[in-house]
């Protein structure tokens, strides 16, 4: 039971990784990609804007099953990695906030949060990573080096994930810029492969902690673990939903949005 | 553990749980109104002033809703952040509660949310009116989550110590049918939706002041579906909240003792609880938990003499088209359902103090092992941050909200 725990904890955070992971490599390619208010805002339209915060609730649902599964270390872990938790959720909050206030707001500024948050939440991804891999059973934060390191590796993965999953929503210019960027040399291979690396990359960084050793008890794994593993094909299935939903044209008898 | 990081622990919790809980309070309520107005629209045939109404206050919850999560997401890491002790010694027997809300509820909740908003122009009405009802019942179901953890916190139910001195769920009903929770979510869902009520009706009586009435009687309509919601719902708020008073004399002793100013009730808790867990001050922080209390009290009554006159003038077609002194009165209304709401929760959750699990846990030992200057640096980050993220939160809701209905349009382009 305490697998299984640790098998949902990993499925959330890889999803988390492979989807939410090419918006924010896209959000950090924002000034490269699309340049002007409006050619920005096709960006974010066809890789986030419609799914708004859609591909997030993946991580916000691997911190609840951490809580929930196992309480004692999910405490110890963020207490001990508070620095570096500090900077991600201040990047995870900046980036957020730019997005929304996107849609009720042209002020300039806004691109920039998403542009900055987005760089502050890949870096800290990277420290955050490098304090697991380097930290076994007990992480704190990386030493400032290793920690820079691999944030600048990690920060090249998202880049290169964002790019080859926008490469095929993309359209007009910011299309052809995101090709010149990736070469022309981007199918379903290198999506596939980019995506694959972004679901390894915390699975094995997170494989050395002490998780079935820090489990909940059996009461409380027996009470949450079914409901939980009964949601996951649901919540797939709304997702799936929602992108089906999301790349098909509305129709234009009705006005539009809200 | 150092005093100085158990104050800003607690101060940078106070600040992220209160924030939260006002922008959700507005969002839950509003998601409940705008379901009711959805499903009229919906039957009526779609099109049509009910519909206007849907995409209007749609468009301010959907604004509202975008802060609430982000404030959300630090709240949730910010519990194993600061409060490690807490997760290490009762996670075991409450935190199902908080995998449960992500999973079942918030997960779901955000990608109907999605679903409506692209819905409007690409699905059959009563399917899209079915994605806004998800949208509203989970929203229901997360707070109810939410609350099991804070019952729990108040009135710990369904566990069992362990061996090693912790504590471990034993009976996951007893948990979920804590009548400390039960009786908060009525309590506050109410509260929600009479805030939401009051800023629908104040919203709608400043553009009746402002004379800016559509021909179809947009702001008329929404005025009186403000009023006539906020009633019954500070009539729910009320008696939850009376029904809990009477039970936290038995629960929690020490916060009705301090609201009622009682000392020689008081002097009995404090000498009861150090009979029973060693010496040490029992007693919660008297200014604030009854200066809360008192506060509380004070706004639900001054909003109930103008709600019931509301009721009756919203009757009156002269009065909501023209009544100036009314319409203001309104609008001055709209702050109360929020000082009520952040006074009472202060009241609950300083009113358990020492206590951050009642009777098992005290708040000290709960905070994580970290410095100072560490939880110095987390506060001077997400302090200002707060802030700025609630100001332009509200900056940018009542500029839409004063804009009217005629600019609808949340594309991210």
Known sequence: METLAALLLAAFVAGYFVLAGADVGLGMLLPLLGRGRAERGSVLAAGIGPLFFANEVWLVAAAGVFAGCFPALEGELFGRLLPVLVPLLAGWLLRDAGLWWRRVSAAPVLDGLVVAGSWLLAGSWGWLLASLLVGGERPGPAPVVTGALTAAVVALLFLAHGLSLSTRRLVGEPLRRARQLTGGRTDGATRLLTSVVMAALPVLAGARLPLTEHAAGDTTLLFQLPLLCAALPLLLAAQWWLRRTASTTPHHNHPRGT | ?413
């Open chain 2, 1 to 413: 553990m150092d005093a100085e990081t158990l104050d800003l622990a607690r101060w940078q919790f106070a600040l992220t749980a209160g924030g939260h809980f006002l922008l959700v309070a507005l969002t839950l309520g509003l998601a409940t109104i705008l379901a009711v107005l959805q499903t009229w629209a919906t039957v009526r045939g779609g099109g049509g002033t009910a519909e206007r109404l849907v995409r209007y206050w749609g468009r301010l919850y959907v604004i509202n809703y975008g802060v609430g999560i982000v404030t959300g997401i630090l709240m949730e890491f910010q519990l194993g952040m600061a409060w490690a002790g807490l997760g290490h010694y009762a996670g075991d027997a409450f935190g199902s509660s908080l995998a449960l809300e992500t999973v079942l509820a918030f997960f779901v909740e955000s990608t109907f949310l999605a679903l409506w908003l692209l819905g409007w122009d690409r699905f059959n009405r009563w399917v899209h009116l079915a994605t806004l009802w998800v949208v509203t019942l989970t929203a229901y179901l997360s707070a109810y989550w939410i609350l099991v953890a804070n019952g729990f916190l108040n009135h710990p139910r369904g566990h069992r110590e362990t061996a090693d001195g912790r504590l471990e769920l034993a009976d996951p009903v007893a948990l979920l049918a804590n009548p400390n929770t039960l009786l908060a979510f009525g309590h506050v869902t109410a509260g929600a939706l009479l805030t939401a009520a009051v800023f629908m009706a104040g919203v709608s009586a400043f553009h009746l002041v402002k004379n800016r009435e559509e021909p179809d009687g947009f702001f008329r309509r929404s005025l009186r579906v403000g009023v006539f919601t906020a009633l019954p719902a500070l009539f729910v708020t009320v008696t939850f909240g009376g029904v809990q008073l009477a039970a936290i004399r038995e629960w929690q002793p020490g916060k009705a003792a301090t609201l009622d100013h009682d000392t020689a009730e008081l002097a009995r808790v404090q000498a009861e609880m150090v009979a029973r867990f060693g010496p040490g001050d029992y007693l919660p922080d008297a200014a604030l938990t009854r200066g809360a209390g008192l506060t509380m009290l004070l706004a639900f009554a001054l909003l109930t003499l103008p709600l019931l006159a509301s009721g009756l003038l919203a009757l009156w077609p002269w009065a909501v088209r023209r009544l100036r002194v009314w319409h203001l009165t309104l609008m001055a209304l709209v702050p109360l359902p929020y000082v009520a709401m952040i006074a009472g929760w202060v009241f609950r959750e300083a009113g358990r103090q020492p206590w951050v699990v009642y009777g098992l846990l005290r708040t000290e030992d709960a905070v994580s092992q970290v410095s100072a200057t560490q939880m110095r640096l987390s506060l001077a980050v997400f302090g200002p941050l707060f802030f700025v993220l609630i100001a332009v939160n509200w900056w940018l809701l009542l500029r839409a909200a004063g804009r009217g209905p005629h600019r609808t349009d949340l594309r991210v382009g």
